[in-house]
């Protein structure tokens, strides 16, 4: 009995302990789901002096919040289950991580919760007049809408849209976390996330083909793996959940990457995701010794160049890894040939630096045409970024078995990073590709200013 009512005191102490110092993000139930919920919109603030532990924030409570910094809204989508976001803290923390700021995350859990989509796309606009109430109250405050921030996933993405047109555009920033498609494709621009919306808008697109939003949304709309499908995700609706999900989380987790340093994922401005697999599209179109823009939260540093664009609006594609961290690195390799007769094949590339460490390019792109003294460029990208490359192999095939082996001979070869610019381009001249045999060689620094 003693025991019991020990425990009783005991949960009732923790229980008013977390609800008085760290509220947390609502938590429903499935039923919740299948009954549905009325709106309900709270305001979360975490800021380097309580970055673990949220205050809850209203336009007469402001916390921390100190109005002289940044401010991040981070806006959820629909939620089917009731659940709370998985990657909600792994975000937070993040961005405390790169910058002294306010990280808003709004919850409207109950609203989103509801097995109904529409009725949850529905609630949109309404949530973005209560993030607007807000944001003037803390204009009233002394905040800027320079420094103004929302990060919106899925249906998110089109509130932070509807927030943006309250203020004719003039918010700093808008990203698109895979901004939801059913009942927004093909909407005009007043009902959806638009580039118009704020100084700058970056959106990236991993579900096209089913909880997305296809067509461009922002200045800069980033497509991993074309957008449609991506690697690692489960294929079959046998994968369970994570069948559903999987490619719409997908943006959320690269824009997490983005805020760990040894993660970098740059992508390349192209018309198509055919083009850039066939390396049409890695010089930017900016100068050569730019580097392409980066996806995630530095994507800003485009802004300028992005914008001066008629109409403003970029797409830009690149690959990932499977996994966490995501990163592939991407090389240029310039291809001279001098056979008479013209060749096609493709080339499988390793890199190898000093420490041994090796790393295989993964080139799928279409067999490549060599013709004399035609410079042919390859896309070449690796899962790891060798930063003092040692040696280079170099493996040429036709794809036949049968028939006569082929030669192609390499009058120069040329190695550069995209993502660094800035480092050496290594060169080799002179070399004979037997087909289908390794051929290792140690590269040497190309001459200054060739052409
Ligand atoms: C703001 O929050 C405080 C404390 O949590 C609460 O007392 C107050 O009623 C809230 N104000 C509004 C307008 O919701
Ligand atoms: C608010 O931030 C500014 C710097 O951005 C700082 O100088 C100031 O002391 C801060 N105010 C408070 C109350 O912490
Ligand atoms: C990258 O950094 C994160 C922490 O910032 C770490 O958890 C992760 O393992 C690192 N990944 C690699 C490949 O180094
Ligand atoms: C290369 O190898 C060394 C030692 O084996 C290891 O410490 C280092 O992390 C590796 N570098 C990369 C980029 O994998």
């Not at 460490?357 to 790891?384: C, D, G, M, W």
Request: aromatic share 10%; net charge neutral.
């Amino acid at each position: 009995m003693l025991r019991l009512y020990f425990l009783i005191s005991l949960m009732c102490l923790v229980r008013s302990d977390t609800d008085e110092t760290c509220p947390s993000f609502t938590k429903l139930s499935f039923h919740s789901a299948v009954v549905g919920t009325g709106l309900n919109v709270k305001l979360m603030l975490y800021t380097r002096e309580n970055p673990t532990c949220a205050q809850a924030i209203n336009s007469t409570v402001l916390g921390n919040l100190n109005v002289t910094k940044k401010t991040i809204f981070t806006v959820h989508g629909f939620r089917p289950t009731g659940s709370p976001p998985v990657w909600m803290e792994d975000l937070v923390e993040g961005l405390l991580s790169v910058d002294d700021m306010n990280v808003i995350v709004v919850d409207w859990n109950q609203g989103a919760t509801t097995v109904i989509y529409n009725h949850a796309s529905r609630k949109t606009r309404k949530v973005a007049i209560v993030l607007k109430e807000f944001i003037d109250q803390m204009l009233a405050e002394g905040a800027s809408l320079d420094d103004i921030y929302m990060i919106g996933v899925s249906l998110g993405a089109h509130v932070a849209g509807f927030v943006g047109k309250m203020y004719n555009g003039q918010l700093g920033r808008i990203t698109g976390l895979d901004p939801a498609g059913p009942l927004f494709n093909g909407r005009p621009p007043e009902d959806r996330l638009d580039p118009g919306d704020a100084q700058f808008v970056d959106v990236i697109h991993s579900d096209i083909d089913a909880l997305g939003y296809r067509e461009p949304l922002g200045n800069i709309d980033f497509y991993p793996n074309g957008g449609l499908d991506q690697p690692g995700c489960p294929k079959t609706i046998f994968g369970g959940m994570q069948y559903f999900k999987c490619d719409h989380q997908r943006s959320v987790y690269l824009y997490l990457s983005s805020l760990r340093e040894n993660c970098t994922i740059t992508a390349y401005p192209c018309d198509s995701y055919r083009d850039y697999r066939n390396g049409k599209c890695v010089n930017c179109g900016i100068s050569q010794t730019e580097s392409c823009p980066l996806l995630g939260y530095y994507a800003d540093n485009w802004k300028g160049y992005l914008r001066e664009r008629d109409p403003p609006m970029t797409k830009a594609f690149f690959d990932t890894a499977e996994e966490k961290p995501f990163c592939v690195y991407h090389y240029f390799v310039d291809i001279i040939t001098w056979n008479k007769n013209i060749r096609r094949g493709s080339i499988t590339i390793k890199l190898r630096d000093k420490a041994g460490n090796t790393t295989e390019s993964k080139i799928n792109h279409e067999p490549t045409t060599f013709q004399k003294y035609h410079q042919v460029s390859l896309l070449a990208r690796f899962n790891q970024d060798l930063d003092k490359v040692a040696a280079i192999s170099l493996v040429f095939s036709t794809g036949s078995v049968i028939g006569p082996r082929y030669k192609l001979r390499i009058l120069r070869m040329k190695l550069r990073s995209l993502a660094h610019p800035e480092r050496p381009q290594l060169c080799r001249y002179d070399l004979v590709l037997m087909e289908n045999v390794e051929t290792v060689f140690q590269p040497i620094l190309c001459p200054e200013l060739q052409m």
